[in-house]
């Protein structure tokens, strides 16, 4: 399994987003799209290019010691990295892992973006990899990212009390979910596949 998943000739794709391993390179166009709110409910906050660096090296330390596998958000039309998420807390005995720290340029929330990015990476953990299990945590006063994990079809699990410390010293505690492998084939892949064909629908009527 860790020899798929930590092969630099990963790729995941679709028509119009492409998901690649993060780099080093990739950090000055990160910072690009980065802005301070991005960071509200992070462990850290990144307000400078030297504190992106960092936070970029520190992603790439955990893929060369195989713990996590961050990706960079390419879109396709414009060869812009438009944002980042990754796979991470991976369980080969109990099959299960995590996916998270995702975030995107502002000009690209509440678009097709992130519905393709989980796709992509379900579509893998499952359907590849053969996972049981795959959590989403978030912040508990994040509203906009619990609604957006609920419309993928994830499950609610609880709350995690005092679940880490952030960069400014508040105690936050994480709201749990989760989707299963029965939930995959049950509903949730035909729920994406039903947003995707609406959206292509929807660009069609505007052509």
Same mark, same amino acid.
């Given at each position: 399994?860790?020899?798929?998943?930590?092969?630099?000739?990963?790729?995941?794709?679709?028509?119009?987003?492409?998901?690649?391993?993060?780099?080093?390179?990739?950090?000055?166009?990160?910072?690009?799209?980065?802005?301070?709110?991005?960071?509200?409910?992070?462990?850290?906050?990144?307000?400078?290019?030297?504190?992106?660096?960092?936070?970029?090296?520190?992603?790439?330390?955990?893929?060369?010691?195989?713990?996590?596998?961050?990706?960079?958000?390419?879109?396709?039309?414009?060869?812009?990295?438009?944002?980042?998420?990754?796979? *991470?807390?991976? /369980?080969? $005995?109990?099959? %299960?892992?995590?996916?998270?720290?995702?975030?995107?340029? !502002?000009?690209? @929330?509440?678009?097709?973006?992130?519905?393709?990015?989980?796709?992509?990476?379900?579509?893998?953990?499952?359907?590849?990899?053969?996972?049981?299990?795959?959590?989403?945590?978030?912040?508990?006063?994040?509203?906009?990212?619990?609604?957006?994990?609920?419309?993928?079809?994830?499950?609610?699990?609880?709350?995690?009390?005092?679940?880490?410390?952030?960069?400014?010293? *508040?105690?936050? /505690?994480? $709201?749990?979910? %989760?989707?299963?492998?029965?939930?995959?084939?049950?509903? !949730?892949?035909? @729920?994406?596949?039903?947003?995707?064909?609406?959206?292509?629908?929807?660009?069609?009527?505007?052509?």
């Amino acid at each position: 399994m860790k020899e798929m998943l930590f092969s630099r000739q990963l790729t995941l794709e679709n028509e119009r987003i492409r998901l690649v391993p993060m780099s080093q390179e990739h950090s000055i166009e990160l910072y690009k799209i980065n802005v301070p709110e991005t960071w509200s409910y992070m462990l850290l906050e990144v307000r400078e290019q030297e504190q992106m660096d960092e936070w970029v090296a520190a992603a790439v330390k955990l893929y060369q010691e195989k713990l996590a596998v961050p990706f960079v958000v390419i879109l396709k039309e414009t060869g812009q990295i438009i944002g980042t998420t990754r796979i *991470y807390e991976l /369980n080969e $005995v109990h099959k %299960s892992c995590e996916i998270g720290s995702t975030w995107y340029g !502002v000009d690209y @929330r509440r678009t097709f973006v992130n519905s393709d990015c989980k796709y992509l990476l379900l579509k893998y953990c499952f359907e590849t990899l053969k996972l049981m299990r795959v959590q989403l945590k978030t912040d508990e006063r994040n509203v906009r990212s619990q609604k957006a994990i609920e419309r993928l079809g994830a499950t609610k699990e609880g709350i995690l009390r005092k679940e880490r410390i952030l960069a400014n010293g *508040y105690i936050r /505690n994480a $709201v749990l979910y %989760s989707i299963t492998d029965d939930d995959w084939n049950g509903f !949730v892949k035909q @729920r994406f596949q039903e947003r995707n064909a609406s959206y292509e629908q929807r660009n069609e009527e505007t052509v």
